[in-house]
């Protein structure tokens, strides 16, 4: 199994910057290791759904991003630490909500929260105006 743990949450002001990170382990069925993964971040705010925030492909050569963060948010991968990242930058009351780690049985990346097999516990994030 995969095991994903989220960390960097917490409260910060309007215009202030959080980097989450998401630290792996574990293998899926099919023994493949965190560094084969696709990953992705997702979000969920209070009363709504959980939304597609970014995805990267294994190696991070490719990044996917929600509109509504293209611009201030950006996700990266350290394989070698078996971690991913989402630094958000320009953070406003809208982003509130809990962050999401999650893990792909393959190498691409998606923006559908199904195509993830692995979910870490979430982390809270809370923008205040």
């Known amino acids: 199994q995969v095991q994903l743990v989220e960390s960097g949450g917490g409260l910060v002001q309007a215009g202030g910057s959080l980097r989450l990170s998401c630290a792996g382990s574990?293998?899926?069925?099919?023994?493949?290791?965190?560094?084969?993964?696709?990953m992705g971040w997702f979000r969920q705010a209070p009363g709504k759904e959980r939304e597609f925030v970014a995805a990267?492909?294994?190696?991070?050569?490719?990044?996917y991003y929600a509109n509504s963060v293209k611009g201030r948010f950006t996700i990266s991968r350290d394989n070698a630490k078996n971690t991913l990242y989402l630094r958000m930058n320009s953070l406003t009351p809208e982003d509130t909500g809990v962050y999401y780690c999650?893990?792909?049985?393959?190498?691409?990346?998606?923006?559908?929260?199904?195509?993830?097999?692995?979910w870490g516990q979430g982390t809270q994030v809370t923008v205040s105006s």
């Open positions: 990267t492909t294994w190696s991070g050569g490719s990044t």
């Open positions: 574990g293998r899926t069925g099919s023994g493949r290791t965190f560094r084969n993964l696709g």
């Open positions: 999650a893990a792909k049985s393959s190498a691409t990346a998606s923006d559908y929260a199904a195509a993830y097999d692995y």
